[in-house]
């Protein structure tokens, strides 16, 4: 089974970066490989630091990995 997580406090959400379609606009999306989906820990929260958009203005998000999501 591929669902079988270590820590059951964390689970799939949709991508915020490329909203669930895995493509991004310069390709396959980074934060979730294409998948659409990633694993963040429960409560989801927002990345604080890009607002959930994965990307600074220097680049990807090194807070949340690209993801969108805050890993706390
Ligand atoms: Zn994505
Ligand atoms: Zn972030």
């Known amino acids: ?31 979730c490989g294409g998948q659409g989906n990633v694993l963040v820990a429960q409560p989801a929260i927002i990345c604080p630091l890009c607002s959930g958009t994965g990307n600074l203005e220097t680049g990807t998000c090194r807070a949340c990995g690209g993801s969108g999501w805050a890993l706390l």
Request: hydrophobic share 25%; net charge negative; aromatic share 6%.
């Open 1 to 31: 089974m591929l669902n079988t997580y270590i820590d059951t406090e964390y689970a799939p959400e949709k991508c915020s970066l490329c909203s669930g379609t895995g493509n991004a606009e310069s390709g396959v999306c980074e934060a």
